[in-house]
């Protein structure tokens, strides 16, 4: 497995702002995604950060509005741009580990995010 | 594309008995894996068991153990001697070759004494 923390835990956000959320592993790791939880849902795909080039998104998800950086093996951000109150959710990054084959998922502890 | 239905929102049980949560999916894929993962309150995702689909032996992980019928494309996971700290939201869960997760509606499990 791996450890997985995340920054900010949560956050209260006025609309039309920006928010970046920082995601760091303890390990390098091949994959790292983006969830998104809205309130009493389950969880949505929405990019999948890939280290030294563009994030691939999710149908319904776009660059302008959620963009990813991946500088390396450990460490992920997700921007939520020109926030409105649909926005409010929980975050999530989730790392694949290098062992190969395993496509197990483990989930850091998530970004509440309010906006209003 | 990948799809994963749960059937049950909720479920009771009571302390050291056994319960039983659904999941049914449907896939194109020929390789492809299946997660059982839980959110307690906290809200961390914490996965309990994994099964792949290459696999005819079920899966077991301690007081965790799931039945998985290929055919019927359905993969439930019985929780024995049931604890407290099992209450939490249940997730069931297929990703194929390309590691991206589909998650189902979720089971909200109730352990009570």
């Known amino acids: 497995s791996a450890v997985i923390s995340q920054k900010p835990s949560r956050d209260i956000c006025q609309r039309g702002t920006s928010l970046t959320i920082q995601c760091q592993v303890d390990?390098?790791?091949?994959?790292m995604f983006w969830y998104r939880q809205q309130p009493g849902q389950s969880l949505t795909l929405i990019a999948t950060?890939?280290?030294?080039?563009?994030?691939?998104?999710e149908s319904g998800f776009v660059i302008d509005k959620f963009p990813i950086s991946r500088p390396n093996l450990t460490f992920s951000t997700l921007t939520v741009s020109n926030m409105s109150p649909e926005d409010s959710s929980i975050y999530l990054c989730s790392v694949e580990p290098l062992t190969v084959g395993s496509y197990e998922q483990y989930f850091g502890p998530g970004t509440r995010l309010t906006v209003t | 594309a990948q799809t994963v239905t749960q059937s049950q929102p909720e479920m009771s049980v009571q302390e050291a008995e056994t319960v039983t949560l659904s999941c049914t999916y449907d896939t194109s894929e020929n390789n492809y894996y299946l997660f059982w993962y839980k959110q307690p309150p906290s809200r961390q995702m914490i996965l309990v068991i994994r099964q792949e689909a290459y696999k005819q032996q079920n899966a077991t992980e301690n007081r965790f153990s799931v039945n998985f019928q290929k055919a019927a494309k359905s993969f439930s996971l019985k929780i024995s001697d049931s604890q407290l700290g099992d209450t939490a939201m249940y997730f069931c869960?297929?990703?194929?070759?390309?590691?991206?997760?589909?998650f189902g509606t979720g089971t909200r499990l109730q352990v009570t004494l």
């Open positions: 869960a297929i990703t194929g070759t390309a590691s991206k997760l589909t």
């Open positions: 950060a890939n280290q030294g080039s563009e994030a691939t998104y």
């Open positions: 390990s390098q790791v091949t994959m």
